[in-house]
């Protein structure tokens, strides 16, 4: 019979986690010795934020990641990247040590605590999707699986609280998993099937929304098989970019209100029937409210509910309603001329006296990328002039486009090599977000990671000087490129010119054995033209919430 | 009539802040302007939570601080700062920008929301002492001062949530501040002076211990009338060391149980009447619960209760206890020679081919601290063989004691030097933690900071190899005397033997136009008599924990 700490790490390696980020710290301490012992691999970060944006990523690719921590100095330190993996609907398993249950008898002062033993549980009470301390050995077990199997129903984080002296306790010894089946109420799902079926039959135009969740449960094929059978045309997110090969026939682009490519906007908006599978629109999905998107005409399914035009129904899958118009008699039409995103372009032609631009940057990049590359982009112009560069396979962009915590993309490509070593990260990150987490390349280099770290250093806060400046937004200029130089590892390059740039991916197409670091300098002035659109939309708001 | 904005400005400045600091954000950034224009200085940082430790300090020597960022993705990563400060008694107000009210009709999925609009406001109900958020014109005024006077009267942390709308909205015109008198309760403080002084004449061998409290509401000046009057000998605690200077004769070192010297712990435990002033007592103050504190023999007062003996006394503030005592009839007597701290080592003679350790490198520090340097301690050896060290002069040994958070220290040295411009901070750092926080000293760049920072370089987790070895207590070695050049600010030095160390010293007091990088190359396996008492008493914990 495990103990309790021991059936955490067996249930944890069953559902497929090979890899726990995070740091030690000494309420934890005796869980890191099991876990040292045990077949999943410590991966110890610079900072706990590292671990926190690691684990994310890894649990992208790999559906489930786990990151474990000390008390508090540990776990209040993932507070934001738990945040980020709720938000975007990432399984994160929280695993913090804690005081012995037997220490906290009369309340003491136990180094780490803020205000009551539990401050740390209620907080991720609100971060998580379900949450546990492990204190009583009757239920320890259970409590694991139920909070494991939440992890995995809702593709968000939970939480798990181990005081260090219940590591070592036994569970129940009779205890047996029970398998949770959870199905579709059939006859909402069949009326709801019929219904979209006959809307999507009579329509002129369909069109599918491909999001997020179509990742994050794993029905990416599913989507394939019901694009063959439709014949209909695709258009994704900005978070669920790549969901689709972006190479597909049927594939149109990025939908994203006012901010998409103005052909993607048209085709998408002038359709009579919007079919969204698994798409959860925020704002920046709706190109800040520039969206036109008419419920009249639209069919939403999500793991959360399904609505048709003005009315929801309960209890119906995604995976059943899917697998469902599969099976129905949609009828295979074909279509008028779809757009597509831009081919990447063979032949780019370096001027190699010119100076970098934002631009000719993403030119050259999307020429760059090949089937083995996973473009991970941190908020900013990284990842708003990164939707333009077209991904050839699945799932092989990475970007926190909801939530746009700055600081992901660095520690992220550390989850993605560890999570699908067979993927070599091309990651685009601000100077900004750079300053905030690249020191994780440490980390990287510690276990051996080779990606390709594209700095859009612009000296600053790219994203907000558009929308109001001050020297708030600048940051203090860092030598990039002497980065290999302090963690004894990897390459760096400065580029100023096209030249430059062209010197550098080459070699760091190359040098597969270490991290590269390229240091683009660009003008502080300089932004995409998606940028652009994004920032003056924004400002809007920023300049309407002066008026009022 | 200012605006909301306006007004929080207008009471921070009031308070005695001159700096803010954080990072912007869209949702902040007009709140942002505001503070542009106004006599608040904006110290953006490289992370929150280099922003979050600064505020921190600031704090510790201000009297007040402040720390503003964006909503969410800024606000959480400042969960384990705050939490520090709630721990240890730091009023750091924490200003969060966020969404407009008017943007929030019909709960839209706004970039940067977790959960629910107040997901954060919840959050941070859990680590400050008063929250609020400013939605309601009518009490936003009112709201400010409630929240500024909690932090200011609890010292501990508050959080202020101002939606974006809010900001340049008016607040009510005949709003007046009300000034909140609170008061002892006169009857209760006389009865419990009366029953303490007469403890304290009777006693053969009383002893004060000066807890972190009076420096945080300002009482230093009080205990030193306090013990010139009496004569009573002090002890102070890890963490309120320096409260008093340690070169005061009546002074006789840190009290820590089993962990600290061993007069201390003699002359202390011995006492028959122990009074502890503003002392709450951590596991650590209390030696892993190595001391004999007698409650029988005690009078502890703090600014949450006051106990005598066995009871305690409600609504006594610990000013007026201490002006009580002072005003009331002790006794002034002589007492048997008392401990004193080891004098600091002017006859230091460096051997300059001999490895450097921890003890030598604390032996030479102790000579080489003058009057305006303050030493800020990571937790780990620096702070336990630091707390060896001789500070001068009041308030100059920060460290975070209690809750002991890793990556305090370099961002804290920023926050000291804008706090308080004469003092010179020698920041003493573990490799482990430098790895987390260290890149602040770009930050320190910026604003042209000069602190002394000494890394003590054992390739790892040095407080956690005692108690439990793994890998996962190594991390990747940096060539940290190479930060100078990616900064381009500052010089670095590699510190292998007593002479390298020598001749670092000696430039790094010459040089004060940046700060100075030590890297200090220790024996992994190498540590203070400190840390060694304090983790194996740690070690048998987690020992303990495993039997059960």
Same mark, same amino acid.
């Given at each position: 019979?495990?103990?309790?700490?021991?059936?955490?790490?067996?249930?944890?390696?069953?559902?497929?986690?090979?890899?726990?980020?995070?740091?030690?710290?000494?309420?934890?301490?005796?869980?890191?010795?099991?876990?040292?012992?045990?077949?999943?691999?410590?991966?110890?970060?610079?900072?706990?934020?590292?671990?926190?944006?690691?684990?994310?990523?890894?649990?992208?690719?790999?559906?489930?990641?786990?990151?474990?921590?000390?008390?508090?100095?540990?776990?209040?330190?993932?507070?934001?990247?738990?945040?980020?993996?709720?938000?975007?609907?990432?399984?994160?398993?929280?695993?913090?040590?804690?005081?012995?249950?037997?220490?906290?008898?009369?309340?003491?002062?136990?180094?780490?605590?803020?205000?009551?033993?539990?401050?740390?549980?209620?907080?991720?009470?609100?971060?998580?999707?379900?949450?546990?301390?492990?204190?009583?050995?009757?239920?320890?077990?259970?409590?694991?699986?139920?909070?494991?199997?939440?992890?995995?129903?809702?593709?968000?984080?939970?939480?798990?609280?181990?005081?260090?002296?219940?590591?070592?306790?036994?569970?129940?010894?009779?205890?047996?998993?029970?398998?949770?089946?959870?199905?579709?109420?059939?006859?909402?799902?069949?009326?709801?099937?019929?219904?979209?079926?006959?809307?999507?039959?009579?329509?002129?135009?369909?069109?599918?929304?491909?999001?997020?969740?179509?990742?994050?449960?794993?029905?990416?094929?599913?989507?394939?098989?019901?694009?063959?059978?439709?014949?209909?045309?695709?258009?994704?997110?900005?978070?669920?970019?790549?969901?689709?090969?972006?190479?597909?026939?049927?594939?149109?682009?990025?939908?994203?209100?006012?901010?998409?490519?103005?052909?993607?906007?048209?085709?998408?908006?002038?359709? &009579?029937?919007?079919?969204?599978?698994?798409?959860?629109?925020?704002?920046?999905?709706?190109?800040?409210?520039?969206?036109?998107?008419?419920?009249?005409?639209?069919?939403?399914?999500?793991?959360?509910?399904?609505?048709?035009?003005?009315?929801?129904?309960?209890?119906?899958?995604?995976?059943?309603?899917?697998?469902?118009?599969?099976?129905?008699?949609?009828?295979?039409?074909?279509?008028?001329?779809?757009?597509?995103?831009?081919?990447?372009?063979?032949?780019?032609?370096?001027?190699?006296?010119?100076?970098?631009?934002?631009?000719?940057?993403?030119?050259?990049?999307?020429?760059?990328?090949? &089937?083995?590359?996973?473009?991970?982009?941190?908020?900013?112009?990284?990842?708003?002039?990164?939707?333009?560069?077209?991904?050839?396979?699945?799932?092989?962009?990475?970007?926190?486009?909801?939530?746009?915590?700055?600081?992901?993309?660095?520690?992220?490509?550390?989850?993605?090599?560890?999570?699908?070593?067979?993927?070599?990260?091309?990651?685009?990150?601000?100077?900004?977000a750079f300053q905030m987490t690249g020191m994780e390349l440490a980390t990287v280099a510690r276990f051996n990671g080779n990606p390709i770290v594209i700095i859009l250093n612009n000296r600053g806060y790219g994203t907000e000087r558009p929308m109001q400046d001050g020297s708030f937004n600048d940051i203090q200029p860092w030598q990039y490129s002497s980065i290999p130089e302090l963690f004894g590892y990897g390459k760096g390059y400065r580029v100023k010119t096209e030249g430059d740039l062209e010197f550098a991916l080459?070699?760091?197409?190359?040098?597969?054995?270490?991290?590269?670091?390229?240091?683009?300098?660009?003008?502080?002035?300089?932004?995409?033209?998606?940028?652009?659109?994004?920032?003056?939309?924004?400002?809007?708001?920023?300049?309407?919430?002066?008026?009022?």
């Amino acid at each position: 019979m495990p103990t309790i700490g021991q059936y955490l790490i067996d249930r944890l390696r069953s559902h497929g986690v090979r890899h726990v980020f995070g740091v030690p710290g000494d309420y934890v301490l005796g869980f890191y010795e099991l876990l040292d012992h045990s077949d999943l691999k410590i991966i110890n970060t610079c900072d706990e934020q590292g671990a926190g944006f690691a684990a994310d990523a890894y649990a992208r690719i790999n559906g489930l990641g786990a990151v474990c921590v000390t008390y508090c100095v540990g776990g209040l330190k993932l507070a934001n990247t738990t945040a980020e993996a709720f938000a975007e609907k990432s399984p994160v398993v929280v695993i913090s040590g804690a005081p012995g249950i037997n220490e906290r008898a009369k309340n003491p002062l136990l180094h780490h605590k803020v205000r009551d033993f539990d401050t740390q549980f209620k907080v991720f009470e609100h971060l998580t999707v379900a949450s546990t301390v492990l204190k009583d050995r009757e239920t320890a077990f259970q409590e694991i699986d139920r909070v494991l199997h939440a992890a995995l129903r809702y593709k968000r984080p939970v939480y798990i609280e181990l005081p260090r002296d219940m590591v070592h306790e036994n569970g129940r010894a009779d205890y047996n998993p029970v398998e949770i089946q959870e199905a579709s109420d059939l006859q909402a799902l069949r009326e709801a099937l019929q219904e979209a079926v006959t809307m999507m039959n009579q329509a002129r135009r369909p069109v599918l929304i491909a999001g997020i969740e179509l990742h994050r449960f794993n029905l990416q094929k599913e989507l394939m098989e019901l694009i063959e059978k439709t014949n209909i045309p695709v258009a994704a997110t900005l978070l669920s970019k790549s969901v689709i090969s972006e190479l597909h026939p049927n594939y149109m682009g990025i939908y994203e209100g006012a901010m998409c490519r103005e052909e993607v906007r048209q085709y998408v908006e002038s359709s &009579d029937c919007l079919i969204l599978l698994g798409a959860f629109m925020s704002d920046v999905d709706l190109g800040i409210f520039t969206a036109r998107i008419d419920p009249q005409r639209s069919i939403a399914v999500t793991s959360e509910k399904t609505s048709i035009r003005f009315h929801n129904y309960e209890e119906i899958y995604l995976k059943d309603f899917i697998r469902g118009l599969i099976q129905s008699g949609i009828h295979r039409r074909e279509w008028a001329a779809i757009p597509h995103p831009e081919p990447p372009g063979p032949d780019f032609i370096p001027k190699p006296a010119e100076k970098i631009t934002i631009r000719r940057l993403f030119e050259r990049l999307n020429a760059f990328l090949d &089937d083995h590359d996973v473009v991970i982009a941190d908020p900013g112009d990284a990842m708003f002039a990164g939707a333009d560069l077209v991904i050839h396979r699945h799932t092989e962009f990475l970007a926190p486009a909801y939530y746009t915590s700055m600081g992901f993309a660095v520690p992220a490509s550390l989850g993605v090599q560890l999570a699908n070593s067979k993927l070599r990260p091309l990651v685009l990150v601000g100077d900004g977000a750079f300053q905030m987490t690249g020191m994780e390349l440490a980390t990287v280099a510690r276990f051996n990671g080779n990606p390709i770290v594209i700095i859009l250093n612009n000296r600053g806060y790219g994203t907000e000087r558009p929308m109001q400046d001050g020297s708030f937004n600048d940051i203090q200029p860092w030598q990039y490129s002497s980065i290999p130089e302090l963690f004894g590892y990897g390459k760096g390059y400065r580029v100023k010119t096209e030249g430059d740039l062209e010197f550098a991916l080459c070699k760091a197409r190359e040098y597969t054995e270490g991290f590269c670091v390229l240091d683009v300098q660009l003008d502080p002035q300089d932004c995409s033209p998606a940028l652009k659109r994004l920032t003056e939309a924004l400002g809007k708001k920023i300049q309407a919430s002066k008026k009022l």
